[in-house]
């Protein structure tokens, strides 16, 4: 009865281990998690188009230095570790648009370099809450035999959600997507969960 009851454990215990291991998006959505992440930045980018009262610049909301910690390929754990990323995020909207300009840094100690920038917007809820879509192009260095993302430009889709703090300061999470968007023979694409503290830089 006792050996049965512990190689009982044992199988428990390799299921709970081979499900923790799986990636959370694929896990809950399937092949469908990116997919699905790039998509909802999309919609998010045309409602607020069509709705810029949502996306109203508070007032004293300033450019900011972000600093950001996360994980990544957290989702399908080919080559998953630590991503380090900084980032400059203008208070100038782009061309008199809702959009403002970003460049960004990030690193993974498992060889994966990006350097790059793009746009983004700030949708408010209320004084508080912030919701920040996000899209640009990088310059990708890096790669190993776990994992390669097939070529030089890498596109980055995020979601972020921030909490803005009265200082104008914002602590956020995001999700985000690299894609080579199929320049490349192969396009594996990752997922990377950050942490991110936004710095301002100055008060208006």
């Not at 080559?79 to 690193?107: C, H, N, W």
């Not at 746009?119 to 912030?130: C, N, P, Q």
């Not at 994992?147 to 009265?166: A, C, I, T």
Request: hydrophobic share 40%.
């Amino acid at each position: 009865m006792g050996v049965q009851m512990k190689t009982q454990d044992l199988q428990i215990n390799q299921f709970m281990l081979k499900n923790l291991s799986m990636g959370f998006c694929d896990r809950i959505l399937g092949v469908w998690c990116a997919p699905i992440l790039v998509g909802s930045i999309l919609v998010a980018f045309i409602i607020f188009s069509f709705n810029p009262a949502l996306s109203q610049e508070k007032k004293g909301d300033p450019s900011f230095v972000a600093v950001g910690a996360g994980s990544f390929d957290f989702n399908r754990k080919k080559d998953d570790g630590l991503e380090l990323r900084i980032e400059y995020r203008s208070g100038q909207k782009f061309m008199d648009t809702i959009f403002k300009p970003f460049g960004a840094v990030g690193y993974s100690p498992n060889d994966h370099t990006f350097f790059g920038g793009g746009l983004l917007v700030d949708m408010f809820f209320g004084r508080r809450y912030v919701l920040t879509p996000s899209f640009g192009p990088h310059i990708y260095s890096g790669g190993n035999s776990k994992l390669d993302l097939g070529h030089k430009l890498q596109f980055r889709s995020q979601l972020e959600f921030s909490y803005r703090l009265d200082d104008r300061a914002r602590l956020g999470v995001a999700v985000s997507h690299y894609s080579n968007a199929g320049l490349g023979s192969k396009n594996p694409g990752t997922e990377s969960l950050i942490v991110y503290y936004n710095h301002p830089l100055k008060l208006k």
